[in-house]
């Protein structure tokens, strides 16, 4: 019987977000096949059924849910975080996945610009509001899937809604930097409690991000890409390998640490950007 830490990995609750497509639905069937419960966390009921059953036939596991949540939407991520709580006893890892794309500023229902309240916002809401059941299921794990489109960007806390001055490309990689920070400055705050968190670069994987919208030269490019089982493997190895159950604070590529990019080391910008991001979650100290 296969095993992480002391719980059998039949036992194991994994939930991946954005996994109605690419690296979400690939993670989502890369842990299904070592036979735990995988709860997929999709958007459209419609996109995420069919992704649900896929991931169901090709990996013969018949514990693998869908449960409807926007990520956009604060007040969707707590009635998520409620009705999860009900349904299951425990959670061993969360994967924080999704992600989106905007050329154009866009705003949620809560009056946030989109990239950064789905890409980074929404991890950081959902790792709060389901502490206490990662808490009760230590060891357990928090994965954010970012990107090294985050090295190259600056926390701009004059303007972190792209209010003043809005670039698709500046606003994605301020949310990617922020979730290089949260790693780091949640990893400390956790110290101690069982809970560890890393961050993950999947490589430059074959996704719908960008949609149609982007630019003809990108999505030529794009036909060269990884395919998203191969960007799934690192967070995978993060959420289940035995190898990976005492690091934290780290950061990924290919299944190895690397260092965190410079920018995501400074701890003041870092505990700066947690301050306010309890205050725009909603959240207290």
Known sequence: MAAIGTTPIEDRVWIVTGANSGIGKATALGL???GGTVVMACRDAERGGAAQREVVQESKNSKVTLMIVDLASQASIQSFVEEFSQDYRRLDALVNNAGVFTWKRELTPD???RQFAVNYLAGFLLSHL???KLTASSPSRI???TSTAGTRATIDFDDLQGEKKYRGYTAY???KLA????TAEFARRLEGTGVTVNACHPGVIKTNLGGQDSPAIFRFVRIFFKKPAKGAETPVYLAASPAASSLTGQYFRDRAVHAMPPKAQDRDVARRLYEASLGLAGLKE
Request: net charge negative.
């Open 32 to 34: 299904a096949r070592l």
């Open 111 to 113: 009056g946030l610009e």
């Open 130 to 132: 389901l502490l206490d």
């Open 143 to 145: 994965v954010n899937v």
């Open 173 to 175: 990689g301020q949310s």
């Open 179 to 182: 979730q290089f920070l949260f």
